[in-house]
């Protein structure tokens, strides 16, 4: 059984910080780029950030100076420094991630596997 794993949301009071982590679990051969997405209510889910397994990163227009995102790969773990947070912010947090997953009989496949989602509520 393959799957993300994500931890770390939780209640902040506006500009306060929180770390996501996403850890990938079960049978993988290789992990491609990994991501943190989140929606809000009413809203499209949208990238908040992505790390390639180069360790080169991508963040959206909205958090670009106040998140960080890494990867351990190592430990098959991906983290998102959150600071500086903002009421806006505020919203359910997905981890993502494109995986080579090692089967049967020495099979090997490629799917997009999602995490189940961590909420993130800034609010004083």
């Known amino acids: 059984q393959v799957e993300l794993v994500e931890s770390g949301g939780g209640l902040v009071q506006p500009g306060g910080s929180l770390r996501l982590s996403c850890v990938a679990n079960?049978?993988?051969?290789?992990?491609?780029?990994m991501g943190w997405y989140r929606q809000a209510p009413g809203k499209q889910r949208e990238l908040v950030a992505s790390?390639?397994?180069?360790?080169?990163?991508n963040y959206g227009d909205s958090v670009k100076g106040r998140f960080t995102i890494s990867r351990d790969n190592a430990k098959n773990t991906m983290y998102l420094q959150m600071n500086s947070l903002k009421p806006e912010d505020t919203a359910v947090y997905y981890c993502?991630?494109?995986?080579?997953?090692?089967?049967?009989?020495?099979?090997?496949?490629?799917?997009?596997?999602w995490g189940q989602g961590t909420q993130v509520t800034v609010s004083s």
């Open positions: 079960g049978s993988i051969a290789s992990i491609y780029s």
């Open positions: 993502n991630a494109p995986l080579r997953v090692r089967g049967s009989f020495g099979r090997e496949w490629d799917r997009n596997y």
């Open positions: 790390v390639t397994s180069g360790g080169v990163t």
